[in-house]
Nanobody, 117 residues
């Protein structure tokens, strides 16, 4: 089982992107209870939490993305999403999908987001 991100790319400041994370190979009984989230790492900086979503759909956001980003999940297709609106240059980073459950931490390979001014 692994996490596969997609949807990154180059976008102008003020634009939008939607990232997707597929839980490939997970069975529903494992995927559905997992706590999931999006993290990002900019060049020269530590990885930071962007948004998280619980198995019940409770969400939490980094202050600087509140009102601009929306995290969601669709357990039926084993996917998690991050809708990013009003993107800023400082949102440029590699975005990683994370899933945690039953003592196991999964990470995707990352997808690059570049926001140009």
């Amino acid at each position: 089982a692994r996490l596969v991100e997609s949807g990154g790319g180059l976008v102008q400041s003020g634009g939008s992107l939607r990232l997707s994370c597929l839980g490939s190979g997970f069975i529903s009984s494992v995927f559905n209870p997992m706590h999931m989230g999006w993290y990002r790492q900019a060049p020269g900086k530590q990885r930071e939490m962007v948004a998280t979503i619980s198995s019940r759909g409770d969400t939490n956001y980094k202050d600087s993305v509140k009102g601009r980003f929306t995290i969601s999940r669709d357990n039926a297709v084993k996917k998690m999403y991050l809708r990013m609106n009003s993107l800023k240059v400082e949102d440029t980073a590699v975005y990683y999908c994370n899933a945690y459950g039953s003592g196991t931490d999964y990470w995707g390979q990352g997808t690059q987001v570049i926001v140009s001014s």
